[in-house]
């Protein structure tokens, strides 16, 4: 009888600032080629199957009404997303700090007619996100404020106040006291989208998240950040003009070529009714000339 010598588990270390791993140990980090950043990060083991807290269901007997889409309001958003926020669903937007996202999200959550929303900022105070939603007349009694920084914090907010969507502005300036590494590393950013994706999809609530993009123009943090959330969009536009412009990069509910168009200004921003163009799709679209102020 052939004796099975089960081979001793091997130990992984990973870079703490970005996350690449390696077999062995080194001093520097083959991606980022900083010092002193690996660590072992435990060993590779087989995982003992557990009882599901779900049973699997039969997909005839799913309820598709339960991953209809929920209008914004805006209809240029709507559009780039599908038709709306999906239940359960997780969006990242991305774009160059100052751009105008936090604008644009704090009127989306503004308008949000579905229940409450909670916008979560970890960069201003309440007090500043109040004074913009004085300015751009995006106040609402269904719209509930949390300066947080700290993941734990982040989700007891969301136990709390019971949100039908979530905003969280930023994703990098999130951390969990449980990981390793500075706020906007790319384990802390892994580790915060990763909960919040849990959270989304247990509760049945989109989250956005909004993620800064560096100067070679990619998403501060992991590449596979994008990979982890249902939909990638980028909000676009130049730092001395007020055009803007929302695109759908991936999308797992809807087309991934629609584009939507805003006007910034001091009032707040606005919905651009009609795009000058013509889309991947083909679609004509008319000279930007009407905006609707919201």
Known sequence: MTKVVQKPARSSYRCSEWGWVSGKWLGRCGECQAWGTIEESGQA?????????????????????????????LGEFDRVLGGGLVPGSVVLLAG???????TLLLAVAARWGHG?????????????????AERTATESAKLFLAAETDLAAVLGHIEQVNPSLVV???????????????????S???????????????RSIPIILVGHVTKDGSIAGPRTL???????????GERHSGFRLVRATKNRFGPADEIGCFELDERGIHQVERLCGVSQRGKDRRIPWQVQIF
Do not use: C, W
Not at 168 to 186: E, K
Not at 188 to 202: E, R
Not at 228 to 234: A, E, P, Q, R
């Open 96 to 102: 160059e700090p100052g751009v105008g996202k936090s």
């Open 188 to 202: 802390q950013v892994k580790a915060v989208a990763t909960a919040l994706i849990q959270a989304a999809k247990q």
């Open 168 to 186: 969280v502005d930023s994703v990098q300036t999130i951390a969990s006291a449980a990981i390793d590494g500075s706020p906007g590393g790319v």
């Open 226 to 236: 994008e990979h982890l959330v249902d939909v990638v969009t980028s909000f676009e």
């Open 116 to 132: 409450p929303a909670l916008y979560v900022t970890g960069e201003e105070s309440v007090g500043q996100v109040r004074m913009r």
């Open 45 to 73: 083991g087989a995982v003992s199957p557990l009882a599901p807290t779900n049973r699997a269901q039969p997909i005839t007997a799913i309820d598709p009404s339960l991953s209809e889409h929920r209008p914004v309001g």
